[in-house]
Structures are given as C-alpha cells and as structure tokens.
C-alpha cells in the first residue's frame, strides 16, 4: 500500500510536469504535483462517466495527462 503510494505521487508529479510543458506553464515541483494528482482524479472521473477504464499504469498515466491539461487549461482561462 505505501509503495502504491509513492508510485502514484512520482506517477502524479510526472502527469503534472508534463501537462506543464505541454501547457507552457511554468511551475514547482509542489505545483506539479498538485496538478497530476487532481489532473489523474479528474481524468478518472471522465472515462468512469464514459463507460471507459485504464488498466495499465500506462493508460492510467494517460488519461491522467489529459485530466491534467484539463485542469491547467481550466485553471488559465476562468481563474485569471
């Protein structure tokens, strides 16, 4: 269970910085981290809605990415 843990943080700051970069943005690690983990709920929740799972740490990183930029284009065009 811990170990589950520490991957899906290092799994969710790894969503986060990538949305990042592909977002333009500029954040720390905190940050990231922040949005990964959010950017993999709410990415989750989508595909649920849908009908849809991720089986595989591969998948799950994936629809985490895209919760992610989700969450930085949300971020950016209605907090600002």
């Given at each position: 269970m811990f170990l589950n843990l520490i991957i899906d943080l290092i799994i969710g700051a790894l969503v986060g910085w990538v949305a990042n970069m592909l977002m333009g943005g500029k954040t720390g690690?905190?940050?990231?981290?922040?949005?990964?983990?959010?950017?993999?709920f709410i990415?989750?929740?989508i595909m649920h809605l849908l009908g849809f799972s991720?089986?595989?740490r591969w998948a799950q990183?994936?629809?985490?990415l895209g919760?992610?930029?989700l969450v930085?284009?949300?971020?950016?065009k209605f907090l600002k």
């Amino acid at each position: 269970m811990f170990l589950n843990l520490i991957i899906d943080l290092i799994i969710g700051a790894l969503v986060g910085w990538v949305a990042n970069m592909l977002m333009g943005g500029k954040t720390g690690l905190v940050r990231c981290i922040v949005i990964g983990l959010i950017g993999g709920f709410i990415g989750g929740l989508i595909m649920h809605l849908l009908g849809f799972s991720a089986s595989t740490r591969w998948a799950q990183f994936l629809v985490a990415l895209g919760g992610a930029c989700l969450v930085i284009w949300f971020a950016n065009k209605f907090l600002k």
